[in-house]
């Protein structure tokens, strides 16, 4: 879609500007995150705050991300080695890894839900449903992606091109990103 | 003959000295081009998206300003049978014992539309949308932008988000109605008042539609400028103008989502039942049982956006400004480098100074005094920018044209609202001048009048660019003239209404003792303000016509402009250059040199020649 621009590429630069692109994407969802993160400080530092314990199946579905990055990378490494079983298979793994995901935090939000943190209440509760509710959206982004890669892997013919590798690795690059960003949430929401 | 004529020098030049990206533009079946709805629709060439970005930019410059002369009608003459807008404005004009008048609540939602239109959709989409958008490929010798399709949507979600804020106008509870800052309790409970309801979801979903709008395009300008430059093209040669776009579309990025941020939580309060936002709420004598939050906190996350915005606002104009201030001089632009360090200061400093707009919200003074501190340091780097506009200037051999009027009035209207801004930058001056007129004109004539002026600087000059046709100069010097006499006339008295302390945003103020003797001044500037619109109204005529009607550019340089835009076909092409692209060897500033008039920046140097300030 981009041709017409990119045939411009007379800078030597070592970063392909979608990439580069994609980077600035997640700049600015860092910056929303950080905004809630900081919100959070703010508003528990002022008192009146819920303390109470994160459900198990959060712990679950953190390590269930951990290993869809690493199935997603396989997928990636098989790909441009050329060993198409391995690159199908994998990603298959990873979206399934990635439903499941998005089905332990649903649980998780259930299992805090009966156990009386409501998002009314106090507003410890209201900024973990926020906070872990904008994060499953980007990962229902994610799983829209790894849909496409998908469709990508068993429509067209099995031939890893320079072009299918960037669009994959962009692919790649999101899912990585949000694992990391929900480490990043889990661990805060733990410890904060 | 005619096929001689059409060999242009810099093509010729071009063709000799440009860099071969074996870029042929596929006429048959170009998917670009190949028919009207992909051409001029949905288009992916830069070039049309920003004359799209434009032309909505102007339309809503129209409503809302049409808006302020409503509500300044009102204002001003508070005592007067307004009945002859009842076509127009329908239920929203109340008559009284045969005296119609404008509904309060409607007056309110009249300023809070005008503030987020004016704001948002006209000086950011209309001023950085339009300019980065024509400029950032030309100026920087790529075929286009980085992502032509992220750059349509980036148009279309802006479009989207005019369509929902428009609609809201016409709901029958009338549209958000709590200021442009759309502070809580008056957005977060729908029940707060009339504009509160289905108004103000209507603007919280236009406003997330614009945050993706601006973030799209932001991703855009960034990866472009710092992916797609042309051979030569290093970033101390690019022009200021370029410059401002990076800076301004960083600032995007960062800000913009933390306002999306305070939005979401601002859509559970009102949806969802949560209090980050509320505390102790009273609505008719009840007692809300929502808790624990905070207003503040929504302050902090709106000016954590606010105050950057607003230098999202002027930096694009004080780009346009630099540009065209040194092209008809005929002189370079003075310190370059000292411009562009200024650009990337305001630009990181614009991030710690947003709670000046908080300091009678009730934040400890002792963390106000920090940011008094830095409010008062960003006034250095602005005025390295003054002085170095006013040295560019000073001794050239000025071209009055009307963008150069338009370039040199905006010096001196960010000159007259930068100071005020340092009256309003020390808390306890504050104390006195807070939300009374003295912003209102602060804002207006830095802000407003002064980003107004650097568009149109940037409208008139780059207008053969986007039509290959110039504006009249005889409306143009009438349009600049009543602009810059209306402005200061509509602004000027409002600053001693606000040291008298009269507050903004008040439905009338004649029933205050303290307040009465200020109506005739009231009606002065309401009369003004209607004098400049229709100045305005011209400016659009004049816009209109000249695309189809206006003098034809017959000269690819008709300024004599060192920089690339200027050396691409007049028609616009589908890819900029036809061929090869340009290469840079200089910067963008060598007027008059070595006896020289201009030396483009694709004309390598000569034998012996020195570099300008000291680019190398
Ligand atoms: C030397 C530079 C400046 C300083 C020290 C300064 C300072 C301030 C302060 C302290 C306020 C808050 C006043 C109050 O609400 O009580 C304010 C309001 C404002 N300023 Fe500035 N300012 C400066 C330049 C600018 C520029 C360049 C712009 C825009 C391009 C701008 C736009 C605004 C706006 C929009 C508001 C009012 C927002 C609102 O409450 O609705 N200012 N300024
Ligand atoms: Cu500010």
């Given at each position: 879609m981009t041709n017409v621009a990119l045939k411009n590429n007379n800078n030597?630069?070592?970063?392909h500007p979608q990439?580069?692109a ?141 072009k299918?590798?960037v ?26 | 003959?005619a096929e001689?004529e059409k060999v242009h020098e810099e093509d010729i030049l071009i063709e000799k000295l440009g860099y071969d990206d074996h870029f042929h533009d596929h006429h048959h079946g170009d998917k670009y081009q190949s028919n009207f709805i992909n051409h001029y629709i949905f288009s992916m060439d830069h070039k049309i998206i920003a004359r799209q970005f434009l032309i909505t ?71 950085s949308g339009t300019f980065s958008n024509l400029l950032i490929p030309l100026q920087l010798g790529a075929r286009d932008m980085a992502s032509p399709f992220l750059n349509m949507l980036s148009y279309w979600f802006f479009f ?53 709008s601006?973030?799209l395009g932001?991703i855009n300008y960034v990866t472009t400028v710092l992916n797609l430059r042309t051979k030569g093209m290093?970033?101390?040669?690019m022009p200021?103008t370029i410059?401002?776009f ?212 940037g409208i008139?000059h780059w207008y053969p660019r986007m039509f290959g046709r110039f ?75 000249s695309i189809w009607?206006g003098?034809k550019q017959t000269k690819r340089n008709p300024?004599?402009a060192?920089t690339l835009e200027w050396s691409s076909p007049i028609e616009g092409v589908h890819g900029n250059w036809e061929g090869k692209i340009p290469t840079v ?15 483009p920046q694709y ?14």
């Amino acid at each position: 879609m981009t041709n017409v621009a990119l045939k411009n590429n007379n800078n030597t630069r070592r970063i392909h500007p979608q990439v580069f692109a994609l980077w600035m994407g997640f700049l600015s969802i860092i910056m929303m995150f950080i905004a809630l993160t900081s919100a959070y400080i703010v508003k528990q530092a002022a008192g009146n705050w819920l303390e109470f314990v994160i459900p198990n199946s959060f712990y679950v579905s953190t390590a269930v991300i951990l290993i869809s990055s690493l199935t997603l990378h396989l997928s990636y490494s098989s790909f441009k080695k050329g060993k198409e079983f391995l690159y199908k298979s994998m990603l298959v793994v990873t979206l399934i890894l990635a439903c499941v995901f998005i089905i332990m935090q649903y649980k998780g939000w259930f299992t805090l839900f009966e156990g009386g943190v409501d998002m009314k209440g106090n507003p410890s509760g209201s900024f973990f449903y926020l906070i872990t509710g904008l994060h499953a959206a980007h990962i229902l982004g994610g799983i829209a992606a790894l849909v496409v890669a998908l469709l990508h892997a068993f429509t067209l013919p099995f031939k890893p091109t320079e072009k299918r590798r960037v669009r994959f690795s962009l692919v790649l690059q999101y899912w990585h990103f949000v694992d990391i960003l929900w480490i990043y949430l889990f661990t805060f929401l733990l410890f904060i | 003959m005619a096929e001689l004529e059409k060999v242009h020098e810099e093509d010729i030049l071009i063709e000799k000295l440009g860099y071969d990206d074996h870029f042929h533009d596929h006429h048959h079946g170009d998917k670009y081009q190949s028919n009207f709805i992909n051409h001029y629709i949905f288009s992916m060439d830069h070039k049309i998206i920003a004359r799209q970005f434009l032309i909505t930019g102007i339309i809503w410059a129209f409503i809302g300003a049409a808006m302020s002369i409503i509500f300044r009608l009102q204002l001003g003459f508070p005592e007067a049978d307004f009945q002859w807008l009842k076509p127009l404005l329908g239920k929203w004009i109340v008559v009284e014992n045969g005296i119609g008048s404008l509904a309060p609540e409607f007056y309110y939602a009249l300023v809070t539309m005008h503030g987020t239109i004016l704001v948002f959709f006209v000086l950011t989409a209309g001023l950085s949308g339009t300019f980065s958008n024509l400029l950032i490929p030309l100026q920087l010798g790529a075929r286009d932008m980085a992502s032509p399709f992220l750059n349509m949507l980036s148009y279309w979600f802006f479009f989207t988000a005019g369509i929902v804020m428009f609609y809201s106008l016409f709901i029958s509870t009338g549209p958000f109605s709590g200021g442009w800052t759309a502070y809580p309790p008056l957005s977060a409970l729908p029940q707060a008042s009339t504009g509160s309801g289905t108004g103000m979801t209507l603007w919280v979903v236009s406003l997330v539609l614009f945050v993706v709008s601006v973030l799209l395009g932001g991703i855009n300008y960034v990866t472009t400028v710092l992916n797609l430059r042309t051979k030569g093209m290093t970033l101390w040669r690019m022009p200021l103008t370029i410059w401002a776009f990076f800076v301004t579309a960083i600032l995007g990025i960062l800000s913009f989502p933390v306002l999306a941020s305070g939005f979401f939580m601002l859509t559970m309060d009102r949806a969802m039942g949560t209090s980050f936002f509320l505390s102790e709420i009273f609505i008719q004598g009840q007692a809300l049982d929502r808790i624990g939050g905070s207003p503040v906190l929504y302050q902090h996350l709106f000016w954590f956006l606010g105050h950057p915005e607003v230098y999202i606002i002027i930096l694009p104009a004080m780009g346009l400004v630099s540009e065209v201030l040194s092209v008809h001089a005929r002189k370079p632009i003075f310190g370059y480098k000292a411009m562009v360090l200024s650009i990337l200061a305001i630009g990181f400093l614009s991030f710690i100074v947003w709670a000046h707009h908080m300091f009678m919200s009730g934040v400890n003074p002792f963390i106000s005094n920090f940011f008094v501190v830095f409010t008062l340091i960003i006034a250095v780097p602005s005025a390295v920018k003054v002085f170095n506009w006013i040295t560019t200037i000073y001794g050239g051999n000025l071209r009055l044209n009307t963008p150069m009027l338009f370039a040199i009035g905006f010096v001196s209207m960010f000159i007259s609202g930068g100071l005020t801004g340092i009256f309003l930058g020390n808390s306890a001056i504050d104390i006195q001048l807070h939300d009374t007129y003295f912003v209102v004109a602060h804002f207006h004539i830095v802000m407003g009048v002064a980003a107004f002026f650097g568009m149109f600087a940037g409208i008139y000059h780059w207008y053969p660019r986007m039509f290959g046709r110039f504006m009249s100069e005889t409306m143009g010097k009438i349009h600049f003239w009543g602009t810059m006499i209306g402005a200061y006339a509509i602004f000027w008295p409002m600053h001693y209404i606000g040291m008298a302390g009269v507050p903004r945003r008040y439905y009338r103020f004649d029933g205050f003792d303290a307040f009465k003797h200020f109506t005739e001044l009231n009606q002065f500037i309401t009369i003004a303000a209607i004098i400049t619109f229709g100045v305005q109204v011209l400016f659009m005529v004049n816009f209109f016509y000249s695309i189809w009607k206006g003098k034809k550019q017959t000269k690819r340089n008709p300024w004599g402009a060192t920089t690339l835009e200027w050396s691409s076909p007049i028609e616009g092409v589908h890819g900029n250059w036809e061929g090869k692209i340009p290469t840079v060897h200089r910067w963008a500033y060598d007027y008059n040199k070595d006896e020289r008039e201009f030396v483009p920046q694709y004309i390598p140097m000569e034998e012996g020649e020195e570099h300008g300030e000291d680019m190398h």
